[in-house]
C-alpha cells in the first residue's frame, strides 16, 4: 500500500499538473505509485531552481541520493514524505535503482550555465531525465517489462517532454541566465541582449531548430508507438502528447519572455483522451 496524503496529490497536481491529470486513467495504486514518481522527480528537478548557489542544488540532489541508498539497502528511510512515499513505490513494483541514479545525475547537469554544447547532447539529456522516468513510470503502470519499443517510447517521449518544458518556462530561465539553446544553436546569438528580453534573428533561428527538434521526437516516439504493446500502461507517457500542443502555443506568443505557454484544462482533458484512446503521444 503506497501512502499518500490528499495535500501530496494536491501538491503533485500543481508542480506537475500534466503529468498528475494523466494518472487519472490509471487504477489507484498505480496512481499512487505514478504520483510518488512525479513527486520524486519535482524534487530532483527543483534542485537548481529553488536555491541560488549551485553548491546548494547539489547538496540537495545527495539528499536523494542518499535517500536511495536507503531504500535499495533496507535500511530505515528516512521521515520525509516524499521518500516514504517513493520506498513503498520502489518495493511495490520491484523498480530497478540504474535508472534513479541516471536520473538524479543528468538533473545534475542543470547546474551549468551552458549545459549542452550540441542537439545530440541535448536529446541525450531528455533521455536520462524524463526518458529514465517514463521508463519507471510504465513498469508502474503495467508493463511487465521494458521492451526495445517500450524503451523507445520512454526515449523519444523523454526528449519531447524535457524540450517542450523548457521551453515553455523559457521566461524562467532567461531571468536565471541560463540559456535552453545548446551552444550549435547559438551561432551569433547575443546572449547578453537575450538575457535582457531582446528577440533577434539568431534567437529566432535557434528556436526553429529547438521546434523542428520536437517535431522530430515526436514523429519517432509515435513510430515506437505503433510497434509497442502497452497493455494497459499507456497513460504513463500520455502526459507527453502535450508536449506538442505546448510548443506551438510557444511559438504564437508575441512575447515569450514575459508570456508562458499554456493550455486550457479542457484542451488538456481532451488532448489526453484521444491520446489513451489512439495510444499516441
Known amino acids: 500500500m503506497i501512502t499518500l496524503s490528499q495535500d501530496m496529490i494536491e501538491h503533485a497536481a500543481q508542480v506537475a499538473p500534466d503529468q ?15 504520483i510518488a514518481l512525479i513527486l520524486f522527480t519535482h524534487e530532483v528537478a527543483r534542485a537548481r ?4 548557489e549551485p553548491m546548494l542544488a547539489a547538496i540537495r540532489l545527495q539528499w536523494w541520493r542518499e535517500a536511495l541508498d536507503e531504500i535499495y539497502t533496507g535500511k530505515t528511510v528516512r521521515a520525509q514524505p516524499t521518500a516514504q512515499a517513493l520506498a513503498e513505490t520502489i518495493r511495490a513494483f520491484n523498480l530497478p535503482r540504474p535508472w534513479f541514479d ?6 545534475g547537469a542543470e547546474q551549468d550555465d551552458v549545459p549542452f554544447e550540441t542537439w545530440g547532447e541535448f536529446a541525450d ?6 526518458g529514465n522516468f517514463n521508463r519507471l513510470a510504465l513498469l508502474v503502470a503495467g508493463a511487465p517489462a ?5 524503451d523507445r517510447v520512454a526515449r523519444y517521449a523523454g526528449i519531447l517532454w524535457r524540450r517542450c518544458d523548457l521551453m515553455a518556462q523559457w521566461p524562467r530561465w532567461t531571468h536565471r541566465r541560463q540559456l ?3 551552444v550549435e544553436a547559438q551561432a551569433g546569438l547575443d546572449r547578453e541582449a537575450t538575457f535582457a ?3 533577434s534573428r539568431e534567437l529566432a533561428v535557434g528556436l526553429q531548430q529547438a521546434h523542428d527538434h520536437i517535431v522530430a521526437a515526436r514523429n519517432r516516439a509515435n513510430q515506437a508507438c505503433a ?21 506551438k502555443a510557444f511559438r504564437s506568443l508575441r512575447d515569450p519572455f514575459r508570456q508562458v505557454a499554456s493550455l486550457s484544462l479542457l484542451e488538456r482533458q481532451l488532448r489526453l483522451v484521444w491520446a489513451v484512446a489512439r495510444q499516441r503521444i
Do not use: C, N
Open 102 to 107: 541516471a536520473l538524479v545525475d543528468a538533473f
Open 146 to 150: 521494458i521492451s526495445s519499443p517500450l
Open 180 to 182: 535552453w539553446l545548446p
Open 49 to 52: 531552481q529553488a536555491v541560488s
Open 227 to 247: 510497434e509497442a504493446v502497452f497493455g494497459q500502461a499507456f497513460p504513463a507517457v500520455a502526459y507527453a502528447a502535450l508536449g506538442f500542443p505546448y510548443a
Open 197 to 199: 528580453g531582446k528577440t
Open 20 to 34: 498528475t491529470l494523466a494518472t487519472s486513467f490509471l487504477p489507484p495504486e498505480a496512481r499512487a505509485g505514478m
Open 125 to 130: 539529456h531528455g533521455d536520462q531525465t524524463y
